[in-house]
C-alpha cells in the first residue's frame, strides 16, 4: 500500500516570520543610524544633515579630532573618565558580588528588611541626592576636587547587587551544602564556586555599570571645577556649550568627541558580548 507523501506548505506560514525580520531588521537600522552618522560625520571635513551627504566618498580627514583635542585635552579627560570609571566599577563588582551573595546564600537576622530597604533606594532618583551629597562629600569630607569624591557616591550600587542575588538565587543550593560538608568557608565558596558561575551576571552588571558613569557629567561637573580632573563627558558638555560656536567646523568637532566618547563603550560590550549567555547551573552535580 502505497504511503502518501505531503508537501509542506511553507509560503502561508513563512509570512508572519518575514514581516517579523523585516521589522526587526527596520529597527536595527534606527537604531544604529545616529552612531553611523556619529562617526562619518567625526570624519568628514563639513557634516550635513543633507540626504546627499549620508554616504559621502570624499571629504575625509582626521582635522575634527585635531581640532577638539587642542581646545579640551581629549586623551587627560579620557584618562579622567576611565579613573573615575575604574574605580565605580571596582566598588561595584566587590560589594555586589559579597551582598549579593549574603542577601540570597547567608541566613542572618534582618535579611529580608534590609532587601526591602535596597529596592526602595533603587525608587529615589539620583538627581534628589546630589546637593546634600555634595555639601556630605565636599563639605565634610573635603573631598571636592578630587577623583574619590566622585566615585564614592556610586561606589556601591543597589542594581548590582539585586542582579548578583536573583542570580546566585538561581544557582543550586546542593553545590554550596557540599561545599560547606566538606569544610569550605563562605568566603572560599564565593570564589571557587559561585563566582565562576556568575560570569553572566559579571558581564552584565561590568557593561551597564560602566555605561552610567561613564557618560555621567552632573555630578563630576558638580564636586571639582579643576579642569584636569574633570572626565570627558563634563568637558564635552563644556565645550558644546562655551567653545564650539568658534571653532571652523563645530559639528565636526562635536561628532568627533562624542564618537570619543562613544568608542570605549563599543569595544567594552564587544569584549563582553561572548558572556552573555545562559551558564550551566548544573555544573558539580552529581547524575
Known sequence: ??????????????????????????????????????????????????????????????????????????????????????????????????????????NWRGRGAVFTVMIGVQAI??????????????????????????ILPFFINTTAVFIFRQFFLSLPESLFEAARIDGAGEFRILLTIALPLVRPAIATTTLVTFIGPWNEFLWPFLITKDSSLQPLAVTLANYISNVS???????????????ALAFPVVILFCLFQRWFRPSDMSTGIKG
Not at 559621502?56 to 579622567?80: C, E, K, M, Q
Not at 560656536?245 to 564618537?259: D, Q, S, V
Request: hydrophobic share 45%.
Open 1 to 106: 500500500m502505497a504511503v502518501k507523501q505531503h508537501k509542506p506548505t511553507t509560503g502561508r506560514h513563512d509570512t508572519p516570520k518575514r514581516w517579523l525580520y523585516f521589522f526587526l531588521a527596520a529597527a536595527a537600522v534606527a537604531f544604529i543610524f545616529p552612531f553611523y552618522f556619529m562617526v562619518v560625520g567625526a570624519f568628514q571635513e563639513n557634516p550635513t544633515n543633507s540626504p546627499s551627504e549620508l554616504f559621502p566618498t570624499s571629504g575625509w580627514t582626521i582635522d575634527n579630532f585635531i581640532a577638539i583635542n587642542s581646545r579640551i585635552d581629549l586623551g587627560g579627560s579620557l584618562l579622567n573618565s576611565l579613573i573615575f570609571t575604574g574605580g565605580v566599577l571596582i566598588g561595584t563588582l566587590t560589594f555586589g558580588l559579597c551582598a549579593g551573595y549574603a542577601l540570597s546564600r547567608l
Open 125 to 150: 532618583p539620583f538627581q534628589l541626592l546630589m546637593i546634600p551629597l555634595y555639601v556630605q562629600i565636599a563639605r565634610t569630607y573635603g573631598l571636592g576636587d578630587t577623583y574619590l569624591g566622585m
Open 245 to 259: 560656536k568658534t571653532a571652523p567646523n563645530p559639528n565636526g568637532a562635536i561628532l568627533a568627541g562624542a564618537a
